[in-house]
């Protein structure tokens, strides 16, 4: 007997609906309805409680097969997880380049490095449309790391994807605005992405 027939077996002895057992196991009514159709497996927290609930083991619940696809979904589910955390960190170091260095201002006969945020090139269109660049991406690694500690899997990948493609036109707006030091330093940023995106996909 399957996982989801031993459920939903277990559900009907003690007459629970499937929202009442939802409750119980502080999970929606959409996802023991999924679990007992067979579209889906509980993962660690909520087969713990599944065991508990009905004083039975995790063992007796799962076949070998079934418990082998639950830990390398749960695997695979941990590794995105800190894929996300990680990009969010990554998009904070972003938008530290408000603070950094990297952009030459000229002083006369001498080019002097400073930060945009004390630029004389916060006075331009150009300088602005960056300024709005970078807090972008601070908000978004601010979303990203919500999306994370809340635990919310569709949030953290949607998070990661617009992270991508801001990142993307993040190095090409500054490439084309010739600021190399800006430039180099996203674009390290952007690879450690790329890297850590094919990584967690093997």
């Known amino acids: 007997m399957e996982l989801n027939e031993k459920l939903k ?12 057992l939802a409750e119980k196991l502080f999970v ?39 418990l082998l696809l639950v830990a390398e979904t749960e695997t695979r589910n941990d590794r995105l997880e800190t894929l996300s955390l990680v990009y969010a960190m990554l998009d904070f170091l972003i938008f530290l380049c408000l ?33 709005i660049v970078f807090i972008m991406i601070g908000i978004l690694g601010a979303v990203e790391l ?4 809340l635990k919310k899997s569709q949030l953290m990948k949607r998070g990661r994807e617009a992270s991508l493609i801001l990142h993307t036109m993040t190095v090409l707006l500054f ?8 430039t180099a330093y996203l674009f390290m940023i952007f690879i450690i992405k790329i890297i ?7």
């Open 9 to 20: 077996q277990l559900r009907n002895e003690q007459g629970w609906t499937q929202e009442q």
């Open 146 to 149: 919500f999306a994370y500690l």
């Open 28 to 66: 929606s009514r959409t996802a023991v309805s999924k679990w007992e159709s067979g579209r889906g497996y509980p993962n660690i927290d909520s087969l713990k409680n599944i065991s508990q609930l009905f004083s039975v083991s995790i063992d007796d619940l799962l076949s070998n097969k079934e």
């Open 196 to 202: 850590l995106l094919i990584k967690t996909r093997k």
């Open 175 to 182: 490439s084309q605005a010739q600021l190399p030091y800006v």
């Open 99 to 131: 603070f950094l260095p990297l952009f030459g201002q000229r002083d006369g006969e001498i080019i002097r490095m400073v930060s945009l945020a004390f630029s004389s090139e916060l006075t331009t269109t150009r300088g602005i449309i960056f300024l």
